[in-house]
């Protein structure tokens, strides 16, 4: 690197800051309501040199490195890209967006720089990636998930009724006591035993949601479900929207599809915390503080080998997300994915090394 190449460096990340800022910001944009607040505290990127071992297997023929994954990703990867080219010059990028499901058979056999997934690996695919890699994927959390589905981001998660239902709130403990069956407080399948009155106090709860190991299946399982066995009653769909169509058809139903999707027929309940005091309804500001439990990250999987670094050029990649000027990326797409705060960050760079 030249005495000139740090200051040249310094002058397009301000330039592009400045550009991020202003787009993100300007009013007669009609996205800019929409878009998302950076926490000032995220530490600045500082370039440093990176380049791919000649025979990484993430290299296409022509010399581009692969990204694989999730295809919700692309609007902030493309930003990500553009960014880490400007001071590593000669680096290209190509994105093969193929879907959640690719990016940890990619990521086994290192044919991506890191597996894009908008939800967590699951055990299918964590057994057979430690078998061949030798131990499991660095899990890197990259943002939070959407609070609006316009896009077709994964996004948070809320619990639904039918409007017929006078219920308003739960917990994250009772909605995961009413979905399975073995708690060690007990099972909640009577709506009487979540509050409710009269006819509603002997109904039986009838629960809706995804299989098991869809994105949110596995999302629920690792974070609120304990591994139990869901509740016999249990009525699967493959998405939100068949979800939420079967439980407008029924009263006693309860569900967890994504955040947002209320209608004449269905509602949303608040969720509270386990002593009553605090009450969330996934707004995004609940969302990037955690204080929201159905809440999800968005996940960049590492490969890495035991007793080997982390690969220069993915952990050079993955500064620059988590660092201002990245967050400011994932800020700036209208309706899109939540940024980390600093803190979060911190401590999703702590992993790399």
């Known amino acids: 690197m030249t005495r000139s190449e740090p200051s040249q460096i310094a002058r397009c990340l301000a330039a592009l800051g400045l550009v991020l800022a202003a787009a993100s910001a300007h009013p007669q944009d009609p996205g800019a309501a929409n878009r998302r607040q950076v926490d000032p505290g995220l530490t600045a990127y500082l370039p440093q040199p990176a380049a791919p071992a000649p025979q990484a297997e993430y290299l296409t023929r022509d010399g581009a490195i692969r990204i694989g994954g999730a295809d919700h990703v692309k609007h902030i990867v493309e930003g990500f890209n553009a960014l880490y080219a400007q001071p590593h010059p000669g680096t290209r990028f190509q994105i093969e967006g193929k879907g959640t499901s690719s990016a940890v058979p990619l990521l086994m056999f290192g044919k991506t720089l890191f597996g894009a997934m908008g939800r967590a690996i699951n055990p299918q695919e964590a057994v057979p990636f430690r078998k061949i890699v030798g131990q499991d994927a660095l899990e890197i959390r990259v943002a939070h998930t959407s609070d609006d589905t316009s896009e077709h981001l994964a996004t948070s998660l809320a619990v639904y009724v039918h409007r017929s239902n006078p219920l ?22 009577r709506w009487g ?12 709860i009838h629960p ?8 949110f299946g596995t999302y629920l399982q690792r974070a609120h479900l304990r591994g139990l066995p869901l509740a016999p009653g249990y009525e699967q769909y493959g998405g939100s929207g068949q979800i939420l169509q079967r439980l407008a058809a029924d009263p006693a139903g ?23 005091r605090n009450v969330t309804t996934g707004t995004s500001a609940e969302v990037a503080s955690r204080a929201y439990p159905l809440g999800r990250p968005l996940y960049f999987y590492v490969r890495k080998e035991p007793g080997k670094p982390v690969d220069p050029v993915t952990r050079e990649y993955l500064r620059l997300v988590l660092s201002r000027e990245g967050q400011q990326i994932i800020a700036s797409q209208p309706r899109g994915y939540i940024p980390l705060d600093a803190e979060q960050a911190r401590a999703e760079l702590a992993k790399l090394d």
């Open 168 to 189: 308003t709130q739960v917990s994250a403990r009772q909605l995961a006591r009413a979905l399975t069956i073995g708690n060690p407080e007990g099972d909640l399948s």
């Open 193 to 204: 035993q979540l509050g409710l009155k009269e006819t509603w106090a002997s109904r039986a």
């Open 208 to 215: 809706y949601g995804t299989p098991e190991y869809t994105g």
């Open 254 to 276: 309860i569900a967890v599809a994504a955040i947002g999707q209320e209608s004449a027929q269905v509602k949303a309940l608040a969720i509270v915390s386990e002593d009553g």
